[in-house]
Structure formats: structure tokens, C-alpha cells
């Protein structure tokens, strides 16, 4: 089946044929008008890309640093929630695509696999994305299981005060364990690949909050969360985790750039510039739109990472062009975790580094940190266009996260 995919929008289709309705809703779905979620892709659109030949640019590479372990693109497969839902153990299936290609897997607390289980799937760099729950001893159990599994980094998310409003997960009726209604056991027939797969495998389960939370139910994932998270978390909670966690410490889910120096303070080592893939706030800004203020602010100091709407490697050309580190990636995953497990996230993998090896070339960028905002031009309304400012846009390239590394060195816990 992979052999028919070419783009992510093609797996996408596959994964939106394959699924149930109730499930790929979950997936593809956004909160409320789902206005986020269009002006993710809109915002990337406005975004064009500088050609700059002739360049030499016979050799080329897309190796990145990330926290003092080399990478052979500036790609994360990023934590989704209930990745068995697309696939049997997927988790699993997501952590040996991203071993393959020598890229990091951050495997998320709302997993469908045990943490023992990913920690050994595949040899490849795992980092584990935290909840700081009402109970603060099961976040940091969930810490010191991290480190004893050999996660290398931790990413903590912080954009879920309140659960945003996914209007297709409640039209739906979606709910774990499901919930049969009539317009569900339809769709289970018209999906027979699915279902048998499901029925063999068993339904998807949330291992890790089951077995630190003991969970039975929940009517909604958001109606799960809203019970289990703390909206009260602050930097001071941030500071907590800097404490407890002796590696990299990455905070997830932040829109406002005058939270850098806030970050920075407390010994933080990076950033993911995200709306939650439009699940979250809706009628946010486009992560992309906000990354060159986020570079301006952080200098040299942090990682950034950014999230939200990648979907080709141009994406991730503008998005280093901005000042990103690396991109993190999620639906794009999950559509082709969906159309055959490992094979088929490994062919997306591909096809995205394919789609950025032309836009790199083509930009005259022989190395990830020649990138930069002279590459691109904003179109914020038809027949105008407007360069980006060097300044906003300004990043570090010569060794970023040995700064980060070395300034910190013997100031972590």
C-alpha cells in the first residue's frame, strides 16, 4: 500500500479511507471552528521561498545537533495521544520509523505502549513529553521512570490549562474504551480492514495514565484530561521539573516570545513553538507566523523547536529559513502510521527529507545552518510582498546547542 503514497497529503487521504470516522476525526480534527487549524496551513502558504541559482550546491547535507546528539535531518516525530488507535502498537511502530532514519521519537504520556515497551523499540534516541498532574508524585514518577528507561530529553507540555473544545470528538461520541453506538458499529463495517485488525489487537488503551492514574474510563479525551491536569501549572512547577530532571528540559506549547526569558531563567534548554496542532486555542496565531520573534528573543540562548501544520519539506524549509532549530511532526505521522505501521511512516519520513533535499538546493543551502530569513518572503495580502526582518529572523548557526550545553554544564541538578 505504501507505493501509492507520494505526498503526506496523500497518506492523509489513504489514512481518511482506512479509518473509521470517529477515529479519523480524532486525529485530523481541531477545536471549536477549527479556524487554527486553517490558518496553520495558510500562514505556511503566505511563506515564499527564495530560489538562489546558480549555487553550487553539488554537496549538501541536512545533519542537525540537537542537544549534543547528531541527527541526519532536523525532523522529531513529536508525541500524539492514542497512536494505537491508527495502528496496533503504535508507539511502537513510530519509534523504529524514527530509529531508521536516526531521528528523535518523543513518545507521549497519553500512549497507547508502555514506557519499558518504547524504551527498547528500535535503537534509536527516545525522549519522553510530560503532564505535571494535580498529583505532582505521578509526574514525577513518570520522571524518574523516564531516566531510569534511558529517555534522553524531556519535553513538558503546557498549553492544556483547560482541554480545548474538539467539536468532532463530541459530535462523534468519542470516548475511551469506546463507546458502540449505531452510527459507529456502521462504520466498523465499512471499515472491515480496521476493525479486524483492532478486534485481533485489541482496543487501544492509554497504558501510561492507566497504570499510573487507574483509569477505568473516560467519556472524552478532553473530559480525561480536564480531571487529570492541573491548570495551575506555572514556571515555578517548570522549575520543579528543572530540578527533578538531570537532561535536556524542553517546554512544549508556548505562543507568547516573552516567555523566553522566563525560560532561560529557570534552566530551561528549549523550546517547541506550538498551538497544538490547532487542538488547543482556537483562533491562535500560526506558529510560523510568531517563530522569528521567538528566534529574535532567544538568540543564542535556546533550542527552538516548532510544531503546528508541517506537512512537506518546504514547510520545514521555511520554518529553519525562520529561525527553527528542527521541526516536530505529528499528523503527518499518525496519517501514515495509519495506511501500514512502520513501513508506511518510514516512506513518509523519506518523501519528507526527498521534499526538503530539492527546496534545500534549490534555496542554494548546502547545510541546515546556511538557512536563513534572506530565503523567504511574507505574502500578507494579494500582490504584496514583504522580506522578513534579518532581525526577527536572526538565528544562531555554529554550534547551537553547545552553547546551551556548555553554559549549563554543571548548573543541572
Not at 108 to 117: D, G, I, N, P, R
Not at 247 to 274: E, M, N, R
Request: proline letters at 5%.
Amino acid at each position: 500500500m505504501t507505493d501509492r503514497q507520494h505526498c503526506i497529503a496523500d497518506f492523509r487521504e489513504t489514512a481518511r479511507r482506512r479509518l473509521p470516522r470517529f477515529v479519523f476525526d480524532f486525529i485530523d480534527g481541531g477545536s471549536g471552528t477549527e479556524n487554527t487549524l486553517a490558518e496553520n496551513r495558510s500562514a505556511l502558504d503566505r511563506i515564499r521561498l527564495l530560489g538562489s541559482a546558480p549555487t553550487d550546491v553539488s554537496s549538501c547535507s541536512q545533519a542537525v545537533s540537537l542537544f549534543g546528539q547528531n541527527y541526519d535531518m532536523p525532523i522529531l516525530i513529536g508525541p500524539t495521544g492514542l497512536a494505537g488507535a491508527a495502528w496496533p502498537r503504535g508507539d511502537k511502530e513510530l519509534a523504529r520509523a524514527a530509529a531508521a532514519h536516526n531521528i528523535p521519537f518523543v513518545m507521549s504520556t497519553a500512549a497507547t505502549a508502555t514506557m519499558e515497551e518504547v524504551a527498547v523499540s528500535g535503537s534509536g534516541t527516545k525522549w519522553f513529553q510530560l503532564y505535571i498532574f494535580k498529583d505532582r508524585a505521578v509526574s514525577k514518577r513518570l520522571v524518574s521512570k523516564a531516566r531510569s528507561l534511558g529517555f534522553g530529553a524531556l519535553e513538558v507540555t503546557v498549553d492544556n490549562a483547560i482541554p480545548g473544545r474538539r467539536l468532532r470528538d463530541a459530535r462523534n461520541g468519542f470516548s475511551l474504551p469506546f463507546r458502540w453506538t449505531p452510527a459507529k458499529l456502521a462504520s466498523l463495517a465499512a471499515h472491515p480492514g480496521w476493525s479486524l485488525q483492532t478486534a485481533l489487537a485489541g482496543p487501544p488503551r492509554l497504558e501510561v495514565m492507566a497504570a499510573e492514574l487507574g483509569l477505568e474510563k473516560a467519556d472524552t479525551i478532553a473530559e480525561l484530561m480536564q480531571a487529570q491536569l492541573d491548570p495551575s501549572v506555572d514556571w515555578e512547577d517548570i522549575k520543579w521539573v528543572r530540578d527533578a530532571w538531570d537532561g535536556p528540559l524542553i517546554v512544549k506549547g508556548v505562543l507568547d516570545p516573552g516567555q523566553v526569558s522566563k525560560a532561560w531563567d529557570i534552566g530551561v534548554d528549549g523550546l517547541v513553538i506550538s498551538n497544538h496542532g490547532g487542538r488547543q486555542l482556537d483562533g491562535a496565531i500560526a506558529t510560523i507566523d510568531i517563530l522569528p520573534e521567538f528566534r529574535a528573543e532567544a538568540g543564542s540562548k535556546l533550542t527552538l523547536l516548532v510544531d503546528s501544520g508541517f506537512r512537506t519539506g518546504s514547510d520545514i524549509a521555511r520554518a529553519l529559513a525562520l529561525g527553527a532549530d528542527a521541526v516536530q511532526i505529528g499528523r503527518a505521522t499518525l496519517y501514515a502510521l495509519a495506511c501500514g505501521g512502520e513501513e508506511s511512516v518510514s516512506r513518509a519520513l523519506s518523501i519528507l527529507k526527498s521534499e526538503l533535499t530539492v527546496a534545500q538546493m534549490l534555496m542554494g543551502a548546502r547545510t541546515i545552518n546556511d538557512f536563513g530569513p534572506s530565503m523567504v518572503r511574507c505574502h500578507p495580502a494579494p500582490g504584496t510582498f514583504e522580506p522578513v526582518s534579518a532581525a526577527a529572523g536572526a538565528r544562531r548557526r555554529a554550534g547551537p546547542l553547545s552553547l546551551v550545553t556548555e553554559s549549563r554544564q554543571g548548573a543541572l541538578p
